[in-house]
């Protein structure tokens, strides 16, 4: 946290009687915003505590002015001043190009934080001499003063009483008074005294939390800003972004980013919905909030953390560092008040998100903590950091999914429309070039009320960007009847921004910028250095200097300030501007892509990869872009192929990536090193990779399998020398049995699950303190395989010896493997079954839900989807002992469980649900209610003619039976014959959980 001071903010500040009249106070200012100056209230009163009658003010380099009081409280002890306008004082009094200051407060339970004060003290100043400035450092303890709700800042250096400047006007502290105390950049207090009885060792202040609990206060420093008044986290301040943006606006497209509020938040259901959330019982919690882009999702997170702060919570959106450091981590861990922690672009900062939620799971601060990660899409990326999450971390299976804003009510999106354009306009006049003569009104009013396109464009109809995008185009285009997409009028003003700045870095050829913008949006860089390398890969910039190179890497850099402390470039804003330029720039030079994509680094590759999905999303005609995509990373497997298969579970649009990676990953050519690393991407649970994961570990036991034979294995394993060969065929050979059966080749996964545990036998006889949780793992599949290719009797052998295993460790360590011990008793409760012995697959169904009720209890977004498949196969083994009713309601919390998992989730839930739904069925027509259960199957029809669609020989069978059940159902009962309840998650109606 860095000191901070401008100068040009310390004002001097006099109160005084009317002329003739006796009666005078001296203090310090600061300006916060357009002309207001904060100090202390008793600098403008007597000892009695009446106000003066005149208040003079003088800014640092400026001329002595009157100024007038429009706020001051006594009970705080603090007061706002304004200066007159230019017109009034002959002349600007303000410096130009000075932002309104950014508040803070202190939120954490740590010692020592460093804060200053910057004033004029009697003590410096001889009599009759300008004042001096004197810099005052201290810290603060956050407790130390609370009670009172005051600041007590330990000063590192005082005073000395008896010791005065020559000349001073008084000793001590005398005129510090109404100075501002600042951590880093943040305003965070106002001084008030020098605390008596600590020899001026000490300075106490009013936090300016209390003042922002003023309405007064408030209101007064929002309309002088333009915005809302936010207290930012002081000790958190490296881990946020500003609340706010340093510079104004400086181009039409910034005035639509999120961060400067341009347009007043609309309310919507969902703000409701977050508030909720956050005000829940839990200590810890994470919500994941989806949409396209251009939907809101940022800005009503934004208006969430501003009501939250209001009510004093600590709110902040996270940098977009890569990680967070040991430090960082700690000050997140040790708030003193509740925290609202916002991600954004969540899918690609999953290994961000994991290690935060984690840290906050271990380290509570006793206070609630809400983790609000904002995502275009769910799927497989949030299921994996669900189950990575540590104990405690409770992030929610199901997504906020953000619906369309007031697509339903034409007369409110014209009203919003409406709205966005004055608001707008009165922006864009104060962008330099866009002021129009008439007052910040005059460029709305050249766009008649319901003038223009009439309606939103089709696309993102009912977004509130493209709702925003196109009432900016029509003030653009100045009669609201432009031809254009709105992303094109924006883009062709922007252009106009490139050139008048691109003068100033003395940079003279058009296409030569229009390039290197091009290269920067879609590759990124993370220093000037490697931002010169990437434009070098350009024929068009390779042959020029590397000054040129380096010039045009800058220009853009001051274009566009990166987000992340780890960045060079940023982008442009809002991102679909980004994507819609790619687009069509790509499209027309597509040789770009050629020349760029194959040479730049991995995490360059891995943002290419992210933005170019999300521009193949645009409606533009992108399908030639799309081709050469897919092209380029079948034929650069080395830098292409891993950032692809990493991008493809959260890619908007994966075809191109899915159809590219195919043929890698069957390549003879395809390094061992490569394929691993891309089995290792590859989340457990996908429908988008399942064939490139079957392929890869195929691949990965045909190798295993000859180093093994190749070192003659059993001698080695006697010897008890490295068995690591060995173990890793065994476990490919259990992944590999795992794939078959999720793509319905049961045969074969029976095959190869029979070789894992003959692996797995010889491992453990040798060494079975060593090998024996590994052989349970095999047992496991091989019961599941075995069971899904109809052999019961050795299916029900092969889970009896896992539950054998397996209870014997979770006895032992039941933190480890009470988990694994439920999974095998669920198998074993299916497979019992299938042998027709019914109570004790009844016994064995009761423990497995017993044990993962407790689980699920505990951590629920990991244990919730396996507590679903007990619940599904205990409502069959009720059913097969005649107690509908308990049968009945066991499936029904299995469906509800699966719905909430399959909106979360649908690639990897969705067969889950419909197995779930057709058992429904059953069990409600058994029960008497026929018409809930045809509407039961006729869901699960629906999901599994889309699945059946995309896997027709995993999920045909199961098709067949819910259309037959269907037929069942809709004629005369009774039914004669109900089809068979399906058990766990659907492998061909068996028991198949792993």
């Known amino acids: ?9 310390l004002a001097e500040v006099w109160a005084a009687r009317p002329a003739g009249e006796r009666g005078a106070s001296f203090g310090t200012g600061t300006l916060i915003a357009g002309r207001l100056v904060l100090t202390a209230w008793h600098v403008l009163t007597d000892e009695r505590g009446r106000p003066y009658e005149r208040v003079l003010v003088r800014l640092v380099g400026g001329r002595l002015c009157a100024a007038q009081v429009v706020w001051a409280d006594a009970a705080v002890d603090a007061a706002l001043v ?16 000075v932002a309104p200051v950014r508040f803070g407060r202190l939120v954490g339970q740590g010692v020592r934080v460093a804060c200053q004060a910057t004033g004029f003290p009697d003590s410096l100043t001889p009599t009759g001499s300008d004042r001096e400035i004197d810099q ?148 810890l919690s994470g919500l994941l909030m989806t949409g396209p882009g251009g939907q809101g999702k940022t800005r009503l997170a934004r208006e969430v953390a501003s009501r939250l702060g209001a009510e004093e919570w600590a709110v902040g ?117 866009y002021g129009v003569t008439g007052g910040t009104q005059g460029l709305a009013a050249r766009v008649p009320a319901g003038s223009g396109s009439g309606e939103v464009p089709a696309h993102g109809a009912g977004h509130a960007l493209t709702l925003h995008m196109s009432a900016l185009a029509d003030l653009l285009t100045g009669d609201g009847t432009a031809q254009d997409t709105p992303e094109d009028v924006i883009l062709g003003h922007e252009h106009s921004y490139w050139s008048r700045t691109a003068h100033h870095h003395g940079l003279g050829s058009e296409q030569q910028r229009l390039t290197a913008l091009t290269i920067a949006l879609l590759a990124g860089a993370d220093s000037r250095p490697q931002a010169v390398d990437t434009l070098a890969l350009v024929p068009g910039l390779r042959d020029t200097s590397e000054d040129t190179r380096l010039r045009l890497a800058t220009w853009i850099h001051d274009l566009y300030p990166p987000d992340s402390p780890r960045a060079y470039w940023g982008s442009v804003h809002p991102d679909r501007l980004a994507e819609h330029h790619l687009a069509r720039e790509l499209t027309r030079y597509p040789e770009l892509l050629d020349t760029v994509l194959p040479h730049i680094t991995h995490e360059q590759a891995l943002h290419a990869l992210t933005v170019l999905t999300r ?63 891309l089995y290792a991407a590859i989340p457990d649970q996908t429908q988008r990779l399942a064939d490139h994961a079957l392929t890869l570990v195929g691949r990965q036991v045909d190798q295993y399998a000859q180093s093994v034979a190749a070192t003659g294995w059993w001698r080695t394993l006697r010897r008890r020398r490295d068995t690591s060969r060995i173990e890793k065929l065994a476990g490919a050979l259990d992944n590999l049995s795992i794939r078959l059966a999720e793509l319905g080749r049961w045969e074969e996964a029976q095959t190869v699950s029979t070789r894992a545990v003959e692996l797995r036998e010889k491992l453990a006889a040798a060494r ?22 109809g052999r019961w009797e050795e299916a029900l052998a092969a889970s009896t010896r896992a539950v054998e295993i397996r209870e014997e460790l979770a006895a032992a360590r039941p933190e480890v493997f009470l988990p694994d011990f439920a999974v095998s008793l669920n198998n074993l409760s299916a497979d019992l079954a299938g042998v027709g012995r019914w109570e004790e697959a009844l016994a064995a169904s009761t423990r497995a839900v017993e044990i993962r009720e407790e689980l699920a209890a ?77 509407s039961s199957v006729n869901t699960a029809i629906g999901l599994l003619e889309t699945l059946a669609s995309g896997r027709p020989a995993v999920f045909n069978e199961l098709l067949t039976q819910c259309k037959a059940q269907h037929a069942a159902l809709v004629g005369p009962p009774p039914i004669p014959e109900q089809p068979e309840s399906a058990d766990a998650t659907w492998c061909g109606g068996q028991p198949a959980e792993r």
């Open 1 to 9: 946290m860095g000191a901070w001071v401008d100068r040009r903010r």
């Open 82 to 97: 304004e200066l007159p306008d230019a017109e009034e004082a002959d002349g600007p009094l303000v410096p130009e190009g």
């Open 136 to 283: 005052v450092d201290g810290h603060i303890n956050p407790t130390a003063g609370s009670r009172t709700e005051q600041y007590l800042i330990t000063v590192g250096h005082r005073p000395d009483h008896s010791r005065a400047a020559p000349g001073a006007r008084r000793a001590g502290w005398h005129g510090i008074s109404g100075a501002a105390v600042t951590c880093g950049p943040l305003v965070t207090g106002v001084v008030t005294e020098d605390t008596p009885g600590f020899d001026s060792r000490r300075l106490t202040a009013t936090p300016l939390h209390v003042l922002a609990r003023r309405p007064e206060f408030r209101s007064v420093i929002e309309n002088a800003a333009g915005r809302g008044l936010v207290l930012e986290p002081a000790e958190m301040q490296d881990v946020f972004t500003p609340w706010y943006p340093a510079l104004a606006p400086a181009s039409p497209a910034s005035l639509l980013r999120p961060e400067y509020e341009i347009v007043s938040f609309r309310p919507r259901a969902e703000l409701g919905t977050l508030l909720d959330w956050c005000r829940s019982g839990h200590l």
């Open 317 to 433: 959106h996270l940098t977009q560092a890569e990680q967070l450091s040991a430090e960082h981590l700690r000050v997140l861990a040790s708030a003193a008040r509740p925290l609202l922690l916002i991600i954004d672009y969540a899918e690609t900062r999953t290994a961000f998100a994991t290690a935060l939620v984690n840290h906050l799971a271990n380290h509570p601060s006793g206070y609630p903590v809400r983790v609000l990660l904002i995502g275009r899409t769910d799927g497989d990326w949030w299921q994996q950091v669900r189950r990575d999450a540590a104990p405690g971390a409770a992030l929610a299976a199901r997504p906020l999914e953000l619906p369309l804003l007031e697509a339903a009510d034409a007369a409110l999106l014209t009203d919003a429309r409406e709205q966005a354009r004055r608001q707008l306009a009165a922006a864009l006049a104060r962008i330099p070039g």
């Open 615 to 677: 521009a193949l999303a645009l409606p533009l005609s992108t399908d030639a872009l799309g081709d050469r995509l897919r092209s380029l990373i079948a034929g650069h497997p080395p830098t292409l192929a891993l950032p692809a298969i990493t991008i493809a579970p959260q890619a908007q649009t994966p075809g191109p990536l899915l159809d590219a990676l195919q043929p890698i990953c069957s390549a003879a050519e395809l390094s061992d090193e490569l394929r691993d690393q």
């Open 768 to 789: 079975p303190e060593e090998f024996l949780p590994d052989l349970a793992v095999s047992l496991n599949n091989l019961s599941a395989d075995l069971a899904g290719v």
């Open 858 to 934: 505990a951590r629920p977004e990991v244990f919730l989807p396996y507590l679903a498949v007990s619940l599904n196969n205990h409502s069959n083994r009720l059913a097969q002992l005649g107690r509908q009713k308990e049968a009945l309601e066991a499936i029904m919390r299995a469906v509800l469980i699966r719905e909430r998992l399959a909106r979360a989730n649908p690639d990897a839930f969705l067969p889950d649900l419909a197995v779930s739904l057709s058992n429904c069925a059953i069990r409600m027509d058994e029960s008497g209610h026929r018409p809930e259960a045809l």
